[in-house]
């Protein structure tokens, strides 16, 4: 199943994004040591809500969740990606994807493209370096560009893919005096330069070939249940395309079709809880803010109403009276946010205003 549908702006209200903390610019090393997300104090009473994410692949370290706890903040909300991350010869290395750029200049998110200057050996692997720390100077001199620009994200997120070239060429930099100072192997340099010369030489380069490996990876997750996910229904793809045509692809975990209707779903599991965690469920509620703003919604041309899922799914039987007050609250803002932004949340087969 192919689903297409079009999105020309986003509203929405969230109730979940936790309480964030105050930095002064100065204190820029202590907040990303400190925090996954929060805000930052400049001169002149100006401050920009600010996420990090520690590796540019989008499922791990929940950068979703983080990029959620910004969206409350009424000024502007950046989010800092490294261009890429090399763990060693014996760890993961990933890349950014155009995908990535798309979705955050959708939600209105301000991306600084930045990399990583300092690590660690590993203490466990002779080839693997952790604690990676960004160029700080570099991410100050963005956030102080960020501060006068006075275009939207779209455009912001667009110029900055004409500086990938000298980003990538400082990522490499780094990561060659990493492995001479800690006396470790890194992935093929070979490798990445021709990697650079496939996504940085220019834009609609970087484009196609970003939305060429989504692609393919939308095709691989299309026909493959993750081992996590409770899914009774069909998965699909879902390709989107904004007001300047630009496409992006997702999947839905799950789309029901009951005559008119076409039911879009996202699942988050809990193995050992009674809910899935509070990230979970805001990586979650991001593909919700997608999902509740899509437009000419079709399949095979046949247009469809489109209503949004959130299902919440546990191999541990539900029981409300088990619940820990933390649990409930989130529970009950869940509630109030899918109300206020017209979604649906299932608890395993339960509808959650039927049970909270």
């Known amino acids: 199943m192919h689903i297409f549908a079009e999105i020309t702006g986003i509203k929405y209200t969230p109730f979940l994004c936790r309480s964030l903390n105050n930095y002064n610019i100065s204190e820029l090393e202590r907040a990303l040591n ?4 929060f805000i930052l104090d400049f001169q002149r009473n100006t401050q920009v809500a600010l996420s990090w994410w520690v590796s540019p692949k989008r499922t791990r370290s929940y950068p979703y969740a983080r990029v959620y706890d910004s969206l409350a903040f009424i000024g502007k909300k950046a989010t800092v990606i ?12 990933d890349f950014l994807q155009w995908d990535t750029i798309s979705l955050m200049s959708l939600l209105g998110i ?17 080839n693997k370096i ?7 100077k570099q991410i100050e001199k963005k956030l102080s560009e960020l501060l006068v620009y006075q275009s939207d994200a779209l455009h912001w997120n667009l110029d900055q893919i004409n500086e990938l070239v000298y980003t990538e060429t400082n ?5 060659k005096e990493i492995s001479n100072n800690l006396n470790v192997k890194m992935h093929s340099e070979k490798s990445v330069k021709k990697r650079i010369l496939k996504i940085i030489g220019n834009k609609e380069n970087f484009m196609d070939l970003s939305r060429e490996l989504a692609k393919k990876a939308q095709n691989r997750e299309s026909v493959t249940n993750q081992p996590k996910e409770m899914v009774k229904g069909l998965k699909a793809k879902l390709t989107i395309k904004n007001y300047l045509g630009g496409a992006y692809f997702f999947t839905c975990d799950e789309v029901e079709i009951k005559n008119d209707y076409i039911f879009l779903i996202e699942c988050k599991h809990s193995s050992q809880n009674s809910i899935p965690s509070l990230e979970d469920i805001k990586d979650g509620l991001l593909k919700m803010i997608l999902f509740t703003n899509l437009q000419k919604v079709e ?23 088990k619940l820990k007050p933390p649990q409930l609250e989130i529970l009950s803002l869940l ?22």
Do not use: H
């Open 110 to 126: 301000y991306v600084i493209i930045s990399y990583y200057k300092y690590a660690e050996k590993s203490s466990r692997y002779k």
């Open 34 to 37: 400190n925090d996954a997300t």
């Open 171 to 175: 990522a490499l930099r780094s990561y």
């Open 82 to 93: 490294p261009i890429m991350k090399d763990e060693g010869k014996e760890g993961d290395r």
């Open 130 to 136: 952790t604690n990676q720390k960004f160029d700080l």
């Open 335 to 356: 509630k109030k946010e899918a109300k206020i932004n017209n979604f649906k949340i299932f608890l395993n087969k339960d509808n959650l205003n039927e049970i909270i």
């Open 299 to 321: 399949i095979d041309k046949q247009q469809y109403n489109s209503i949004a899922v959130l299902k919440l799914t546990s191999n541990v039987e539900f029981n409300k009276k």
